[in-house]
């Protein structure tokens, strides 16, 4: 549980990477652009105007509506179905990136409210033409997380992420293992079927 509510936070983090164009124009690195969107994010929690219970919806909105544009999210979606993702046709790659989408905010979204006081520190940046990665340490609590972005050059000079890993588990491989033994045994129609229920007994708790 520690481990998927740090996820939440790391999540939003990313959420705000920043367009070249916010960026002063130039070229701009993996690593900075974590800065920049890091920066950003520890404004928005600290921002006394969007905290309370009455500003919940308001708040989460806020990210959620530039949090996925700034994810890889097909190619999240790809990697964490693994090889089963090639027997798909073009509408249930559609779909399964839309339920992954979904998941991932309900999952994750929510738990951002109590990481205003982190500090993230920058070990080294990695650049291998148009993939890079950025290893940090995250502090906080009397902890020293260890946390890496894999990130991959898009259109416009963006750096867009694919995998985060949290103490040396990969985002993607560690939904791979959940989805892997669910096709095998029940196919890819019963994994949708499985998120979809999920994602509906999540709605629920909400609404309750």
């Given amino acids: 549980m520690a481990r998927v509510r740090f996820l939440g936070m790391v999540l939003c983090l990313m959420a705000f990477v920043l367009p070249q164009s916010l960026l002063g124009g130039e070229e701009v690195g993996p690593r900075r652009q974590l800065e920049a969107s890091i920066n950003l994010l520890l404004e928005v929690l600290r921002d006394q105007a969007l905290k309370g219970d009455e500003n919940l919806v308001l708040r989460r909105q806020r990210i959620t509506e530039v949090v996925f544009t700034q994810f890889d999210l097909p190619r999240m979606a790809k990697l964490s179905l693994g090889r089963d993702w090639n027997d798909l046709h073009e509408n249930e790659c559609r779909n399964f990136i839309e339920l992954y989408r979904k998941l ?6 929510a738990t951002i409210d109590s990481y205003a006081n982190e500090e993230v520190v920058y070990v080294k940046e990695i650049v291998d033409g148009e993939k890079a990665e950025v290893l940090t ?4 609590n009397g902890r020293e997380i260890p946390l890496s972005y894999k990130l991959q050059l898009g259109t416009a000079g963006r750096w867009l992420v694919y995998d985060v890993i949290i103490e040396n588990v990969s985002l993607v491989r560690n939904y791979r293992s959940q989805f892997a033994p669910i096709v095998k045994k029940k196919g890819f129609a019963g994994l949708v079927a499985q998120m979809e229920e999920k994602l509906a007994a999540n709605e629920k708790d909400s609404d309750g």
Avoid: M, R
Avoid at 104 to 109: G, H, Q, R
Avoid at 137 to 140: E, H, N, R, S
């Fill in 137 to 140: 340490l995250v502090i906080g």
């Fill in 104 to 109: 991932l905010e309900k999952s994750y979204i």
